[in-house]
Each structure stands twice: as C-alpha cells, then as structure tokens.
C-alpha cells in the first residue's frame, strides 16, 4: 500500500463526506458542470479535466467510461465527434449528474448513463473501442468495506476491483480497441497494479503525465507528509493516464 496515498486519500474523504449534501456547478475544460450531493467533480477537477482532454476520441466509434463521476470524459467524447458513449458508475447520483451535464452540453442523445458495478448492466458480449477508467488508484486494506457511495470514488481494498476491472475490460475491447487508466504514482500503488495488470495479459505504460509539487505543510500536519518531503519540504504529486498495452 502507498501510505502517502492512503492519508491523503483518508483526509479528502472526510471532507468529501462532511460536504455531500451540496449540489454545485464547476468549470472545466471551458464548460460549466453540474455536480449534484453525494458525486465529487468540481474541487478535484485537475485530473478529471487532465485525463478527459487527453483521450484519443478521433476514430472512436464506441466508447465506455466506467466510473463516469460528473461524466465529463463521457461529454468530451461525445463532443469531439464519438457517436456512442456508454457510461457507467456504482453510484446512482453519478449517473444522474452524467445525464444532466450530456444533455446541457448537447450531447444526451449520444451518452448512456447507467448504474452498474463495473460492467453489470451492460449486454454481455458488448464491445469498446475505448474504455478508460479514472479509477480509484487509493489501495485500502483488503479487508476495509466501503461506507458511501463516495469511498468508490477513493479507495479499492486490495485493488480487488481494479483486478476485475482489468479481467473484464481484456474481453471487452473491440479489435484495435483501447485502453486507458487515470492514475496516480505519488497516490497509487504501482507495483500493484502492474501484477494484476499482467494477470489481465496488460503491460502499462505512460500515455500523458502532469507533476507537480506542494509544500508538505499545505498537504497538512501528518507526519506522512514530511516522511514523503525532498529536501525543500516540497512533495511531488503526478497525475497520470496510463495505457494498458498487450
Ligand atoms: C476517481 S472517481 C472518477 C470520477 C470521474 N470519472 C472523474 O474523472 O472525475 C472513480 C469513479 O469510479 C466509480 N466506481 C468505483 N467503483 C466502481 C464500480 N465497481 N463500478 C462502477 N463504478 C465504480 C466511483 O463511484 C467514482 O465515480
């Protein structure tokens, strides 16, 4: 497990939680966003913008956004011209918000929005030309149970579902199909995911990398922050879309 990851993981959960209830509207990419209770989007926009604008759409002609949040790689999609998106979260509100903000956007008519765990609801034999997940890189204790909707925005016990995910998705891309993961090397647990990518038949590699580094002490006061400082107290943080290759 990455401790850093986890105590970050940790602190902007209970935040999350304390401030569920509030609907709001972000700004991302340009375009104004729903974000209705109990969904997060808007304060942790970076990487959701970062990844959505960094997908390859061009030549798409299917694409599957599994735990689509506020929807906005689904609109993005939709947008630079895929002519079917499905997407897919575990969290109802997700759904919803991902069918209100494709419809603001002009794109309702395109985008499936569906509650599913991972891919449940969609037909058994259906295939992607792209699948990308901005998963929840943060590995908990394999024996930790999720307590909200929203600890599936954070945390995989285990990566128990990224294991499942990664199964699944193999069978699920069409040929030439894509396949790409939001993460995190400073928040996830790399060494992690490659085994059970490679249990899946995938290698991993960088397809678009953003860091960046925050003074320990804005972080906050554990001492996980400092343990994890350079020598200027700065902490580095990356997101990163990964492509899972075979
Ligand atoms: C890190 S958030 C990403 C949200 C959004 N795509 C974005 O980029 O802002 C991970 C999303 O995966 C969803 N999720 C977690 N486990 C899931 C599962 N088993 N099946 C479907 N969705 C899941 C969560 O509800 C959450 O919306």
Redesign the pocket.
């Known amino acids: 497990m990455n401790e850093l990851g986890l105590t970050m993981g940790q602190e902007a959960y209970a935040h999350a939680v304390a401030d569920q209830d509030q609907e709001r509207e972000f700004t991302l990419l340009d375009r104004q966003w729903t974000q209705l209770g109990g ?3 808007g304060e ?2 970076y ?2 913008g970062l ?2 604008s960094s997908l390859p759409y061009e030549g798409v002609g299917h694409l599957l ?9 689904s609109v993005m999609g939709a947008l630079a011209g895929v002519p079917r998106v499905t997407a ?4 109802p509100a ?1 759904v919803r918000t991902t069918e209100l903000n494709a419809s603001r956007h002009g794109v309702g008519d395109r985008v499936t929005a569906l509650t ?3 891919f ?1 609801a969609v037909p058994p034999d259906e295939t992607y030309d792209l699948v990308f ?5 943060i590995e908990a204790p394999p024996e930790q149970e999720h307590e909200s ?2 600890a ?3 945390f ?1 016990p285990g990566y128990g ?1 990224h294991r ?2 990664l199964g699944e998705a193999a069978k699920r891309l069409a040929p030439g199909g894509r396949l790409f993961l ?1 993460f995190s090397y400073a928040m996830g647990s790399a060494e992690r995911l490659k085994e059970v990518a490679a249990e899946a038949g995938f290698g991993v590699r960088v397809h678009v990398q953003e860091a960046f580094t925050v003074p320990a002490t804005e972080l906050g006061t554990d001492p996980v922050y400092a343990a994890h400082a350079d020598e200027e107290q700065q902490v580095r943080i990356d997101f990163t879309l990964l492509e899972l290759t075979r």
């Open positions: 969904v997060l989007g942790y926009n990487a959701t990844f959505a956004e599994m735990g689509c949040g506020c929807g906005v790689a897919l979260d575990i969290n997700a599913s765990d991972l449940a997940w901005n998963s929840p890189f909707a929203l599936y925005h954070f995989d579902m499942r995910f939001g």
